[in-house]
């Protein structure tokens, strides 16, 4: 087996989070993959069939994955004339039956989406006659993505489902918060913490365990901190009903050590804050400064926290003198009145 360039779209719904994460569980299933070029909602990358397919599911942001064949110029002559240069054989081996035409514009493509699919799938007929078309189950599905300047044109391997994270929204659980953190945002934190499956992955501020069940559900070993017991309680029902068998849940005070040193691979986890949080005893910024000196004798070495914080406050101070760096930093928009920042720290 040998590696093959795949391009993968990535959802608009972040700025830079969704490349980010991509990337992270990139480096995870295969560290020696190659990064061919990358824009707003595509990233082509060398890598493994089997490992491109994964990075679909595993990742909240990347929404499908296609075998790249080539790129072109986004104009509708030029697209139809590369799909014409490529090697009948190589497009559609003898074991494909049936085929469909797919085309994706982003960031306001004028082009004929549907007259150019035609075009393609006429063509594609034309020169191999013992296909047919089949829209529903196709063997075989050619997509092109057309951003303003380059179109890139592939086989379609992958694409998520559409309600991939529905039975666990915040509000379909038997336990929610008021500043319960949705799956798709905490699986994309979990994944940019890096870490290899089957490691172990604390959760200091767990809440109703959002995290901790993108975590399990993700491979990982899982233990969550909760201050305060009715919340606990509330998180255990969520594990329950969707990790069943995998509740290791404490209650206890994060910035109080109750694990031996170096016990962790990586801490992720959504510390209180906002109008509909109240913290113990001091303010977010002597919260996380005593935590981070607890946390740092919690990890590995290269260990990282991924926490999301308020966007306005600053960890450069926090962090001081403790032995972590900011590796990585991504903005996301919540809502009117709350813009989060993804931070990734490494020891």
């Known amino acids: 087996m040998s590696r093959r360039r795949y391009f993968f779209l990535l959802s608009g719904i972040y700025e830079t989070l969704p490349r980010a994460e991509l990337k992270a569980v990139l480096e995870v299933l295969d560290p020696d993959y190659r990064l061919i070029e990358e824009s707003s909602r595509i990233v082509v ?11 679909v599911y595993r990742t909240a942001y990347t929404k499908l994955v296609g075998e790249f064949l080539l790129k072109c110029k986004t104009d509708e002559n030029a697209i139809l004339k590369s799909v014409k240069n490529i090697d009948p054989e190589e497009l559609a081996g003898s074991e ?45 599905t050619i997509i092109f993505i057309s951003e303003p300047e380059l179109t890139f044109i592939g086989k379609l391997l992958e694409v998520k489902p559409k309600h991939f994270f529905d039975e666990r929204v915040a509000g379909k659980r038997p336990f929610s918060l008021p500043s319960t953190m949705q799956p798709d945002f905490s699986r994309a934190m979990v994944n940019l913490a890096r870490v290899g499956i089957g490691g172990r992955i604390l959760d ?11 975590a399990l559900l993700l491979g990982y070993e899982v233990y969550g901190v909760e201050l305060k017991d009715w919340i606990a309680l509330g998180g255990l029902k969520n594990l329950k009903r969707y990790v069943h ?19 962790f691979n990586a801490i992720v986890t959504d510390p209180p804050y906002g109008r509909s949080t109240t913290i113990p005893d001091r303010s977010i910024k002597n919260l996380l ?56 720290l490494e020891s």
């Open 45 to 55: 990358a060398e890598t493994f069939e089997k490992v491109a397919r994964e990075v």
């Open 289 to 344: 400064t005593e935590f981070f000196e607890v946390a740092v004798e919690l990890l590995v070495n290269q260990g990282k926290i991924v926490l999301a914080i308020p966007s306005e406050l600053d960890l450069s101070d926090l962090i001081a003198g403790s032995g972590l760096r900011i590796r990585e930093s991504h903005l996301a928009r919540v809502h009117k009145s709350l813009t989060r920042r993804v931070v990734v």
């Open 96 to 140: 494909i039956k049936s085929i469909a035409v797919r085309g994706i514009r982003l960031n306001g493509v004028k082009l004929r989406k549907l007259e150019l699919e035609a075009s393609i799938g006429e063509h594609i007929l034309n020169t191999l006659p013992r296909l047919r078309v089949d829209l529903e189950k196709p063997d075989l």
């Open 245 to 263: 068998g995998r509740e290791f849940m404490i209650v206890g005070d994060a910035r109080k050590p109750m694990f031996r040193e170096k016990l």
């Open 204 to 214: 200091p501020f767990a809440g109703a365990c959002g995290i901790m069940i993108e």
